[in-house]
T-cell receptor, first 111, second 112 residues
Framework: DTAVSQTPKYLVTQMGNDKSIKCEQN?????MYWYKQDSKKFLKIMFS???????INETVPNRFSPKSPDKAHLNLHINSLELGDSAVYFC??????????FGPGTRLLVL | GESVGLHLPTLSVQEGDNSIINCAYS??????FIWYKQESGKGPQFIID?????DKRQGQRVTVLLNKTVKHLSLQIAATQPGDSAVYFC???????????FGKGTKLSVKP
């Protein structure tokens, strides 16, 4: 009965590879988000989707491409991974502009 | 730029004492504020929220105070327990499209 789930929990990969992180929510929310948390615990929004449409796209390299096949899913694909992409990535969901509920995070390490 | 910050990056309290975690924000147009708790290895967890038409809101052992005059938000935890040890974030709806902007976080350590 997990509300917001992400897979995988850990991801270790080589520089230059392409990888995807998946997110699913069963809360019936219409808005989903991706955040990046750096080593200093700073949380910064990357993308926001409302009803499968992109509504926020912060200054993120275009190597990052979110995809929302339906309202319950928001996946994050990353091309040509770089060392600086190492971080924890959190998915979240909400009803528009209300409290956001976070997933457990995906710990990405690029070697 | 980012508008939410915290006065203290770390806070150490004795078990049973009350904790106060502070947060400053700069966007006077923000109308919704949230406190999150993040335990090690987990995602941020909602604790309590408050809208700008309120000054105070209480939950179970937690109270959020909002002072719009000085743009200050605080989280009070009564009778702090070891399980309260975590990083606490304040967040405001200060983004250009109403998205949440998070503060830097305060690490709360509870000494037994």
């Amino acid at each position: 009965d997990t509300a917001v789930s992400q897979t995988p929990k850990y991801l270790v990969t080589q520089m230059g590879n392409d990888k995807s992180i998946k997110c699913e929510q069963n809360l019936g929310h219409d808005t989903m988000y991706w955040y990046k948390q750096d080593s200093k615990k700073f949380l910064k929004i990357m993308f926001s989707y409302n009803n499968k449409e992109l509504i926020i796209n912060e200054t993120v390299p275009n190597r990052f491409s979110p995809k929302s096949p339906d309202k319950a899913h928001l996946n994050l694909h990353i091309n040509s991974l770089e060392l600086g992409d190492s971080a924890v990535y959190f998915c979240a969901s909400s009803r528009r502009e209300e409290t956001q509920y976070f997933g457990p995070g995906t710990r990405l390490l690029v070697l | 730029g980012e508008s939410v910050g915290l006065h203290l990056p770390t806070l150490s309290v004795q078990e049973g004492d009350n904790s106060i975690i502070n947060c400053a924000y700069s966007n006077s147009a923000s109308d919704y504020f949230i406190w999150y708790k993040q335990e090690s290895g987990k995602g941020p967890q909602f604790i309590i929220d408050i809208r700008s038409n309120m000054d105070k809101r209480q939950g179970q052992r937690v109270t959020v105070l909002l002072n719009k005059t000085v743009k200050h938000l605080s989280l009070q935890i009564a009778a702090t327990q070891p399980g309260d040890s975590a990083v606490y974030f304040c967040a405001e709806t200060g983004g250009s499209q109403g998205n949440l902007i998070f503060g830097k976080g305060t690490k709360l350590s509870v000494k037994p």
